[in-house]
């Protein structure tokens, strides 16, 4: 995907960046610092930077909301507690919704 972002084009304007989202397949929330710095290099090398870091707030197995009960909140306030304390990548910069042009 990382290639398929760098290499994408329209009428001369491509993505500069890409948000990381902090869920498996694609980054496990519990990873480490020499994780994602593995990861952030993966995006660097290909001229992209990370706009932003998305973490899930819903239970992964459904049922439930965020915005339902205290037994029902406590595991997505968990999630997103875990996820503010994970360690950032030192290749964050700007947002992946800007597009440059060349």
Known sequence: MLDLTAKAEVNGVKFDGVDMFLFDPHVNIDSGNDDLKRIADKIR??????????????????????????????????????????????????????????
Do not use: D, F, Q, Y
């Not at 875990?82 to 290749?91: E, N, T």
């Open 45 to 102: 090398a290909r001229g992209l930077v990370v706009g932003s870091v998305v973490a899930p707030i819903w239970p992964p197995t459904g049922g439930g909301s965020a915005m339902g009960s205290e037994t029902n909140a406590r595991p997505s306030s968990a999630r997103s507690a875990k996820a503010a304390a994970s360690p950032r990548p030192s290749a964050t910069s700007g947002s992946a919704a800007r597009r440059r042009a060349h």
